[in-house]
Nanobody, 118 residues
Framework: VPLVESGGGLVQAGDSLRLSCEAT????????MGWFRQAPGKEREFVAG????????WYLNSVKGRFTISRGKTQTTIYLQMNGLKPEDTAVYYC????????????WGQGTQVTVSS
């Protein structure tokens, strides 16, 4: 497994969580990294991404202003700060990496569960 996520848990609506993702190999290289999520019975959706060329970020509209993606000291670690969590944010959150601008996200972690109670 090239990426490992951590930081999920059970929280109440309005609470915050910080997810972490770290590549298992120090030599791991990517063009961009991001977070996806999949709720029960729903398709996986993109949540947030960061591109290394200029550290630009982009977000799913429903999380803008609440979630923030950031990088660690190296391009092998990213975080997702989630504030103002809502029950509809409940999902398994996956970290992923894109290795080329022309390719889709092809490296994935195993996911971490985030559950938000109302």
């Amino acid at each position: 497994v090239p990426l490992v996520e951590s930081g999920g848990g059970l929280v109440q609506a309005g609470d915050s969580l910080r997810l972490s993702c770290e590549a298992t190999e120090r030599t791991f290289e990517s063009f961009a990294m991001g977070w996806f999520r999949q709720a029960p019975g729903k398709e996986r959706e993109f949540v947030a991404g960061i591109e290394w060329r200029d550290n630009s970020t982009w977000y799913l509209n429903s999380v803008k202003g609440r979630f923030t993606i950031s990088r660690g000291k190296t391009q092998t670690t990213i975080y997702l700060q989630m504030n103002g969590l809502k029950p509809e944010d409940t999902a398994v959150y996956y970290c992923a990496a894109k290795h080329d601008i022309r390719l889709d996200f092809t490296s994935w972690g195993q996911g971490t569960q985030v559950t938000v109670s109302s």
